[in-house]
């Protein structure tokens, strides 16, 4: 019996399900989009793609975009824009994904999902959202070539002389930028500010002081140390290095702490830089090169700094002794083995005036004078050794006859030296060993000459003359046969050292 009740209802519950079923298929029939389109109420970023085919939204969203890059970026750096469009940066986006999932809804459930998921979007759109990117490069290039353009360095106080008086310029703040914190606030606005038309950015920077202020370099005023030393005017392709050497070294200023090289102020030395050829020392000889007469320049600073007793960092002897210093108080330049270099050990710049006039290069160092009036500081140069030349160097030349006889180059002696500075302070008197320098001897350079003399051919005797000459009778007083003396050559001119 309660079977029989029961079956009636099944078939009342599978009729409705039926109803209901016919009319939900009805409806999603009506609702339905066709396999190619969108859903209605589907958004890709602000774009309507509702009912549009993969096509149409592809160049709805494309559009977008393509729009969306022309924003522009402006910069903000230090107070100055700089600008560029989004283009610039290749800004751009992949929408196929967003349109694939867009073409998907309503159509990948069953009837029921399908028909639920379309009439929810009536009342709540779906949005996707694109990512864009852009290139890396050229956000960097973007900020080198152009951000950093409105930044500046910092400028220093300048010292110069005017006739004779020390003047200061003012000095300038400079701005850096952080590269990597810009880009980084870049990319973040651009995320963020997606309904602007400008995108706006603060440039990260910073502030950089100046090393060297007007105050602290005006406080540069007071002559430290001076010395001069002569030369011969007269060579003129010496003094003009001399007076070249000198000019390039004029005006310069050592920061606090800076080290100062002789090598690096006056090279190159070649002709397009102002120099000629000129006596040097070349491994104990004396030949013309590039340049010859600079290391006078180099000597000359060398005993002004050693008078403002500023920190010697690097010095060389010559490899013989010079002219126009005593031994040990010179200051060799030899390619890049033998320099003059001083650091400024003082807390205010140091600046060097120097230069020629009459055959004479002078320098003076300036800078912020703090030793006690009453101190006198002095110099002795001490020879501890002599060495002899030695034999002379002969080269005998063939071409000149046995008479013959130049010297190239006169002997030196040989000289172990110190360097003695001596400082009265308080009345007390202190002597400190500076430096020791040893130089080479020469010999004498000699040419002689080697040719060989060809003898003058005998003469054959008359076959006519029918008798000898007769040969004339000895006198009593034979006369004395005279010798022929070659006499001796004048020696060559000694040669000034050019070092």
């Not at 959202?129 to 353009?149: A, T, V």
């Not at 002081?209 to 002559?223: I, N, Y």
């Not at 390619?335 to 290069?361: A, C, L, M």
Request: glycine fraction near 6%; hydrophobic fraction near 30%.
């Amino acid at each position: 019996m309660r079977k029989q009740k029961i079956w009636p209802a099944f078939i009342v519950i599978g009729i409705l399900v039926l109803l209901i079923g016919a009319y939900v298929y009805a409806a999603y029939m009506m609702v339905k989009p066709d396999d190619d389109k969108i859903c209605e109420g589907v958004y890709i970023e602000s774009v309507n793609v509702s009912g549009m085919t993969r096509e149409q939204a592809e160049t709805a969203v494309n559009a977008y975009a393509a729009e969306c890059a022309e924003r522009t970026l402006a910069v903000d750096v230090n107070g100055k824009t700089v600008s560029t469009t989004l283009a610039d940066l290749e800004y751009t986006c992949n929408a196929s994904d967003s349109i694939e999932q867009a073409l998907k809804l309503g159509k990948e459930s069953n009837l029921f999902g399908n028909y639920a998921k379309i009439k929810e979007l009536k009342t709540e759109h779906q949005v996707y959202n694109l990512e864009f990117s852009y290139s890396e490069r050229k956000l960097k290039q973007f900020i080198k070539n152009q951000c950093k353009k409105e930044c500046t360095s910092a400028k220093n106080s300048k010292i110069k002389m005017k006739k004779g008086v020390l003047t200061y310029t003012d000095a300038k703040e400079g701005v850096t930028i952080d590269a990597d914190s810009t880009a980084a606030d870049i990319k973040k606005a651009i995320q963020e500010q997606t309904d602007t038309d400008v995108v706006q950015v603060k440039a990260a920077v910073t502030i950089q002081e100046p090393m060297v202020t007007k105050e602290l370099a005006s406080r540069c005023k007071d002559k430290l140390g001076s010395f001069s030393t002569n030369f011969n005017a007269g060579n003129i392709s010496r003094s003009k290095n001399v007076a070249n050497a000198a000019r390039l070294i004029n005006t310069s200023v050592i920061y606090p702490g800076e080290t100062f090289s002789v090598h690096d102020a006056i090279s190159p030395l070649t002709v397009d830089n102002g120099y000629y050829d000129a006596p040097s020392y070349n491994n104990g000889q004396v030949v013309d090169s590039i340049g010859g007469g600079v290391c006078q320049v180099s000597t000359t600073l060398y005993n002004a700094v050693l008078r403002a007793e500023l920190e010697i960092v690097e010095r060389s002897p010559h490899s013989m002794v010079v002219t126009y210093v005593k031994p040990s108080m010179d200051a060799a330049i030899a390619g890049d083995y033998k320099d003059f270099k001083f650091r400024n050990n003082t807390n205010v710049p140091i600046y060097i005036e120097g230069g020629t006039y009459s055959g004479t290069v002078y320098f003076n160092i300036y800078g912020e004078e703090t030793r006690e009036s009453s101190r006198t500081v002095t110099f002795e140069s001490e020879v501890t050794e002599e060495i002899e030349p030695g034999a002379d160097k002969i080269t005998y030349d063939k071409t000149k006859p046995a008479s013959y006889t130049e010297v190239t180059q006169e002997a030196h002696i040989g000289y172990k030296a110190v360097l003695w500075k001596i400082v009265t302070e308080n009345g007390e008197t202190k002597k400190t060993q500076i430096n020791s320098s040893t130089y080479q001897a020469s010999p004498k350079y000699v040419i002689k000459g080697a040719a060989k003399e060809t003898p003058k051919p005998t003469k054959k005797p008359d076959k006519k003359k029918d008798k000898p000459t007769p040969t004339p009778k000895k006198k009593k007083d034979k006369e004395k046969e005279k010798e022929q003396v070659t006499p001796a050559p004048s020696p060559a001119p000694t040669v000034q050292p050019g070092a």
